[in-house]
């Protein structure tokens, strides 16, 4: 399988937000072989390499607007669960002593 197959796979993965097993065979390479060519890529710390050179290009050739941007920090789970700004109430009445 030839690396330009598999990176265009990898865009197509990126742009359209499809989940690995829905990869449309018609681009040419399987699911397996992209998922494990990007693996190898990002081990030798190639695919960080192709992605600076991508961006840097597109900046220069003004394809690339930040005002643009959009980054949805709602997926993001805050790592230590935050501090609660007031004890929480209780959502019930309290059970009468008998």
């Known amino acids: 399988m030839d690396n330009r197959t598999v990176f265009t796979c990898v865009l197509f993965l990126c742009k359209t937000g499809i989940g690995w097993r829905e990869l449309p065979t018609e681009l040419g390479a399987s699911e397996k072989t992209v998922r494990r060519r990007l693996n190898e890529w990002k081990a030798l710390g190639l ?6 050179r991508l961006l840097t290009r597109l900046r220069a050739a003004g394809g690339l607007d930040l005002a643009e941007v959009l980054i949805d920090g709602g997926l993001v789970k ?17 059970v009468a002593a008998n």
Request: aromatic fraction near 4%; hydrophobic fraction near 40%.
């Open 78 to 94: 805050a790592p230590c669960g935050g501090e609660n700004a007031a004890p929480t109430r209780p959502t019930e009445a309290a």
């Open 47 to 52: 695919f960080e390499a192709i992605a600076h």
